[in-house]
């Protein structure tokens, strides 16, 4: 075991803390701490892949198999709305690297002023549009940089590109 120094206020502080908590002393306080933390870490974990199982699921419920690609999208990019409404927005003005053209943002505009063609599609669960002009590996880069900056699984955005705009059309015989 290592010891640190606080202050005093703050060693008073948390000696009243262990005290209310019926902690023998504040180490035995601060151990409860870790595995509070530890617990709940552990259960938003849990939480957040029922979420996304949920949303995965959702998605297969609404069938894209017969829709163009670029609905295709537009659906992946509604499930990761839904997933994470509150941080969606680090997704605006989100761009290929390197390129010019939007592909996400809550102005309509933004995005039709970035190329000579765009089609934006605004999301159906909020405020937002995608640019759906594009091909399946715009598409791809796009859902792979939004996993980034959200800080997403790898393995959700993998099915989750596997359920849209990598969903094989039907082959007539």
């Given amino acids: 075991m290592k010891t640190i120094s606080v202050s005093d206020e703050l060693y008073d502080l948390l000696n009243r803390a262990a005290s209310r908590a019926e902690k023998a002393d504040v180490s035995t306080l601060l151990e409860t701490i870790a595995e509070v933390v530890r617990e709940r870490e552990a259960l938003e974990k849990d939480q957040r892949q029922?979420?996304?199982?949920?949303?995965?699921?959702?998605?297969?419920?609404?069938?894209?198999?017969?829709?163009a690609l670029c609905d295709r999208f537009a659906l992946a990019m509604c499930a990761l709305l839904k997933l994470l409404p509150d941080r969606f927005s680090e997704l605006e003005g989100l761009t290929k690297e390197g390129g010019q053209v939007v592909f996400v943002s809550t102005d309509l505009r933004k995005i039709e002023n970035t190329a000579a063609l765009t089609n934006p599609v605004r999301l159906s669960n909020g405020n937002w549009y995608v640019n759906a002009c594009g091909g399946l590996k715009?598409?791809?880069?796009?859902?792979n940089?939004?996993?980034?900056?959200?800080?997403?699984?790898?393995?959700?955005?993998?099915?989750?590109?596997?359920?849209?705009?990598?969903?094989?059309?039907?082959?007539?015989?």
């Fill in 50 to 67: 029922r979420q996304m199982d949920h949303i995965l699921n959702q998605v297969d419920e609404i069938a894209p198999g017969q829709r």
């Fill in 145 to 173: 940089l939004a996993q980034k900056r959200l800080g997403l699984p790898v393995g959700f955005v993998e099915e989750l590109k596997r359920r849209t705009i990598l969903r094989p059309e039907k082959q007539f015989e």
């Fill in 138 to 143: 715009d598409f791809e880069i796009i859902l």
